[in-house]
């Protein structure tokens, strides 16, 4: 039986039951250590960036973690009505170490776009919610057929995310409603993730019923391929974090097999020594420039790339052997023959 050292109750922080109970065997290492670093450091505005070095492990790494945390609503923004392009955390104290606190090179600079221009959203008041139902009809059908959808009355938190969807992302109702159906059938409709996925269509240019239903799709796609994925590598998280539904369609999309996805990942670990999805994507881009479909594919390559250096190296080797040999080869003289006349 394990206890801890009673010195070190003296400074302690809460960690909530569920974490040990639901999550131990389901989050990833970086995960547990991110959620453990923010439970220790609440308050504050702490970047990404800032979490990574803190606790030792890439940003891309760090930000996946923290969505997972976010998308399972085990934390919260502190400002869920604002549309930050990554999840943040604070702390007031740290706010002098910024200069020595530098944002970390990113992994896979290759698999990231550049970023949508921020839109800063500001949640309607209950006054102006009333006043743009009774204003715009269009506003007023959208709550009603969104209300349906719930199969329950909508409140102010509700309605004013589904408006700044329509005033302030600029959505239609059709694309709207289907991201509200979407939600409802992954289980996964707090006010604060429907307001991330509309910043999701927006970023995406997800503007039209078609493209939003392609979304569905391939999002539907994706959690097949996870759970395939999940029975090879032995992966637990039960559900992909946003990030990694983005890697997952992303890979589908240059027609890789699952098998193909299982041989990255394990080139992954062979090579990091933990899980890192960025690093997968960078291989599978890698892969896919080079025209390499199947594991034959790789595998011949690599035995080629062997046969190549193995050439080099012997080719080395007979030109020191000779450069050995004449200078320090044993001399043999020879006595000249006088010409005869």
């Known amino acids: 039986m394990l206890s801890l050292n009673p010195s070190y109750y003296g400074s302690v922080f809460v960690t909530p039951k569920t974490i040990v109970e639901k999550y131990i065997k389901m989050a990833s290492f970086c995960a547990l250590k991110s959620l453990l670093w923010i439970l220790n450091n609440q308050g504050g505005n702490f970047s990404v960036e800032e979490i990574a070095k803190a606790i030792g492990s890439s940003v891309a790494d760090t930000n996946e973690a923290i969505e997972y945390w976010v998308n399972e609503g ?22 002098s170490k910024e200069a020595e606190n530098k944002p970390e090179k990113e992994e896979n600079k290759k698999a990231e776009k550049a970023p949508t221009p921020e839109i800063k959203l500001v949640r309607p008041t209950y006054e102006q919610v009333v006043k743009r139902i009774a204003e715009d009809e269009n506003i007023a059908g959208l709550l009603n057929q969104a209300q349906i959808m719930f ?18 992302y600029g959505l239609g109702i059709d694309v709207i409603l289907t991201l509200i159906q979407y939600c409802i ?54 559900k992909p974090t946003p990030s990694q539904t983005d890697y997952f ?12 996805m299982v041989l990255a990942y394990n080139e992954t670990l062979d090579r990091k020594g933990k899980i890192s999805f960025s690093y997968t994507n960078k291989i599978l881009e890698n892969w896919h420039d080079s025209g390499y479909k199947t594991p034959e594919d790789v595998e011949n390559a690599k035995e080629a790339y062997k046969k190549q250096k193995q050439g080099t190296s012997e080719r080395s080797y007979d030109i020191n052997k000779a450069v050995e040999q004449a200078t320090n080869g044993e001399l043999v003289y020879k006595k000249k023959k006088r010409d005869v006349k």
């Open 74 to 95: 085990i934390l919260i923004k502190n400002d869920e009505s604002a549309a930050a392009p990554s999840p943040t955390v604070s702390d007031s104290h740290l706010k």
């Open 151 to 168: 199969g329950k009355s909508l409140g102010y938190n509700n309605q004013s995310a589904i408006i700044q969807m329509y005033d302030d």
């Open 185 to 238: 059938s992954t289980g996964k409709n707090a006010t604060a993730y429907m307001l991330s996925m509309a910043k999701k269509f927006y970023d995406k240019n997800i503007d039209t019923l078609e493209k939003a239903n392609k979304f569905v799709d391939d999002s539907n796609k994706v959690i097949v391929i996870y759970n395939e994925f999940c029975q090879f590598t032995g992966f637990s998280a039960p």
């Open 249 to 260: 369609m992303s890979w589908n999309d240059m027609g890789f097999s699952v098998e193909m």
